[in-house]
């Protein structure tokens, strides 16, 4: 196989996921000058790329012409009539084989992310633990390009970017350069890696002390929208942006912030992928499992007492609740909370 110019990445979801293929996108487009990539991703996601040139993306309609095993034929024949040289599948899940096969037979070669099932497992589970730091996600991503002949010889980098932010944008928020911009997204997909809301109150209490300081909350369900309004109701410096801006907005603002504090969830993802410093909190999971926000330090990680609480990581994804563990992210002080974030605004 020769050196492919033009390569087809598959990624559909989830959010996250899709977001740490950024900064490996990013340093390949820099490593080989003269190659193009296409990107698969379902449509919401396709903004995570409009601040990339060379980088076109291909909307996955999996819920209506791309449905089912004739959608992914359809599809087929779109992706072959773009003439890729090459395809990475970063998803590796029935949907993306399907897909592959189908591209096959029009003569396309493809290789797939080898996503350590075996080693996640040993990872979490409750007997015979083998605690120790896995490949991280950006590693594995790395790795299928190297397959394809595109070996991204040095350690991926990506520097600050600053998009402009609009300016209704500007105008809603009172937009001041010269504060510390500080982003909170308190929520995550599965209860057992979520820090209590009145621990995070306690959080913002302590930030919103500087008044040097902006905190701006994120969220997305309608649930989350009230409160997320409730939690910055109480500090005058503190103010939900959740529901109030289109979602390329939303990445503009992510783009200029100071620092991000999140859960182990996509919001900590989207702020990495922009160079800006994410603080992290975890429970039921772990960055062992190489989820950890691109180019995170220890430093910007906070855990709960792991000899306390010795089957953690518990899952890979946070959704699995283990008795005796329901009050793991309880026993994290807002003060350790607050000190990790202080110390990244530096």
Same mark, same amino acid.
């Given at each position: 196989?020769?050196?492919?110019s033009?390569?087809?990445?598959? &990624?559909?979801?989830?959010?996250?996921?899709v977001a740490?293929?950024v900064?490996?996108?990013s340093?390949?487009l !820099? #490593?080989?000058?003269?190659?193009k990539?296409t990107?698969?991703?379902?449509p919401?996601?396709?903004? @995570?790329f409009e601040?990339?040139? &060379?980088?076109n993306?291909v909307?996955?309609? $999996?819920?209506t012409?791309?449905?089912?095993?004739?959608?992914l034929?359809l599809m087929?024949?779109?992706?072959?009539?773009?003439e890729?040289?090459?395809?990475?599948?970063?998803?590796n899940?029935?949907?993306s084989?399907?897909?592959?096969g189908f591209?096959?037979?029009?003569g396309?070669?493809?290789f797939?992310?080898?996503?350590?099932r075996?080693?996640?497992?040993a990872? #979490?589970?409750?007997?015979?633990?083998? *605690?120790?730091? @896995?490949?991280?996600?950006?590693q &594995?991503?790395?790795e299928?390009?190297k397959?394809l002949?595109?070996?991204v010889?040095?350690?991926?980098?990506?520097?600050?970017i600053?998009l402009p932010?609009p300016?209704? $944008? !500007?105008?809603s928020?009172?937009?001041d350069?010269?504060k510390?911009?500080i982003?909170?997204?308190? *929520?995550?997909a599965?209860?057992?890696?979520?820090?209590?809301?009145k621990l995070?109150?306690k959080?913002?209490?302590?930030?919103?002390?500087?008044k040097?300081?902006?905190? @701006?909350?994120?969220?997305?369900?309608? =649930? !989350?929208?009230?409160?997320?309004?409730?939690?910055?109701?109480d *500090?005058?410096?503190?103010?939900?942006?959740a529901?109030?801006?289109? *979602?390329?907005?939303?990445?503009? @603002?992510?783009?200029?912030?100071d620092v991000?504090?999140?859960m182990?969830?996509?919001?900590?993802h989207?702020?990495?992928?922009?160079? $800006? =410093?994410?603080?992290?909190?975890?429970g039921?999971?772990?960055?062992?499992?190489?989820?950890?926000?691109f180019g995170q330090?220890?430093?910007?990680?906070?855990?709960?007492n792991?000899?306390k609480?010795p089957?953690?990581?518990?899952s890979i994804?946070?959704?699995?609740k283990?008795k005796?563990?329901?009050k793991?992210m309880?026993?994290?002080a807002?003060?350790d909370?607050f000190?990790?974030?202080?110390?990244?605004? $530096?």
């Amino acid at each position: 196989m020769k050196q492919p110019s033009h390569i087809l990445v598959i &990624r559909l979801s989830a959010m996250g996921d899709v977001a740490m293929t950024v900064p490996v996108l990013s340093q390949l487009l !820099e #490593t080989y000058p003269k190659l193009k990539i296409t990107v698969l991703t379902k449509p919401f996601f396709a903004h @995570l790329f409009e601040h990339i040139e &060379r980088i076109n993306v291909v909307k996955a309609e $999996v819920k209506t012409k791309h449905k089912g095993i004739s959608g992914l034929w359809l599809m087929a024949k779109q992706l072959h009539k773009l003439e890729i040289d090459a395809i990475a599948d970063l998803h590796n899940v029935l949907r993306s084989r399907i897909l592959c096969g189908f591209l096959k037979i029009f003569g396309h070669e493809y290789f797939r992310i080898d996503k350590g099932r075996t080693e996640k497992k040993a990872l #979490t589970r409750p007997n015979d633990k083998i *605690f120790k730091p @896995l490949k991280s996600t950006h590693q &594995r991503y790395a790795e299928v390009f190297k397959k394809l002949k595109l070996p991204v010889d040095k350690e991926i980098q990506i520097k600050k970017i600053q998009l402009p932010l609009p300016s209704e $944008v !500007e105008s809603s928020l009172n937009w001041d350069s010269s504060k510390k911009w500080i982003g909170i997204a308190p *929520f995550a997909a599965h209860s057992p890696k979520q820090y209590p809301l009145k621990l995070m109150k306690k959080v913002i209490s302590k930030l919103s002390e500087d008044k040097n300081s902006q905190i @701006l909350l994120f969220g997305g369900s309608k =649930k !989350e929208v009230r409160k997320l309004k409730a939690l910055a109701h109480d *500090f005058s410096n503190c103010e939900s942006v959740a529901g109030r801006f289109s *979602f390329s907005e939303e990445l503009q @603002l992510i783009s200029n912030l100071d620092v991000m504090l999140s859960m182990d969830s996509g919001n900590g993802h989207l702020a990495a992928m922009f160079g $800006v =410093k994410v603080v992290t909190i975890w429970g039921a999971t772990h960055p062992f499992a190489g989820f950890a926000p691109f180019g995170q330090t220890r430093e910007q990680q906070v855990f709960p007492n792991l000899e306390k609480y010795p089957l953690l990581p518990t899952s890979i994804y946070g959704n699995k609740k283990v008795k005796g563990y329901k009050k793991v992210m309880h026993d994290i002080a807002a003060e350790d909370v607050f000190q990790k974030v202080k110390s990244n605004l $530096v």
